[in-house]
């Protein structure tokens, strides 16, 4: 199981992630991750930013991290999908 | 025009924006700037990556930086985009 804290951004419409993070930050996390891989990218992006500007304004994006991971696509083959964590924090 | 160091993103392949930035680098610009906005985020953050697992290993994503521009989709109608800056560097 993941950590409360942490937000894994999928295939499912933006608004339900962004419901997910309000929510842990309404339930007293002062800090949530938003991890997505590949094309979800684009979605953790907007979550992070729809969150601040409509509904957690005092919310900061603190830091921004990018890497690469190897994932299996078969049996054999292997290919490179570029994955990102944004952290979001209310300052104290 | 933008200045040199700057690479906007759109929707040619991948490796098209890669070249850019591997050959901004090499004519001795130390730090080249990624910017995309909407679906085009995602191939940034592959340039960035891949520019620096496979062609200039010196360079690190220094920052990166997301916001959200409000563009015109027809005559009367504005919509919210996502957007982002990468700004790569290599270290002196």
Known sequence: MPPDNVV???KKP???YVLAVVTQFNS???TVNIKARGKAI???VDVALITQRRFIEDAVI?????WTE????GDDERT?????EIVM???E
């Open 8 to 10: 894994f951004i999928g």
């Open 14 to 16: 933006t608004m339900n």
């Open 28 to 30: 007293g996390n002062r």
């Open 42 to 44: 684009v979605r953790a």
């Open 62 to 66: 603190e830091d921004i991290k990018v």
């Open 70 to 73: 190897e994932v299996a696509i």
């Open 80 to 84: 490179n999908v570029s994955s990102m």
């Open 89 to 91: 924090t209310i300052p």
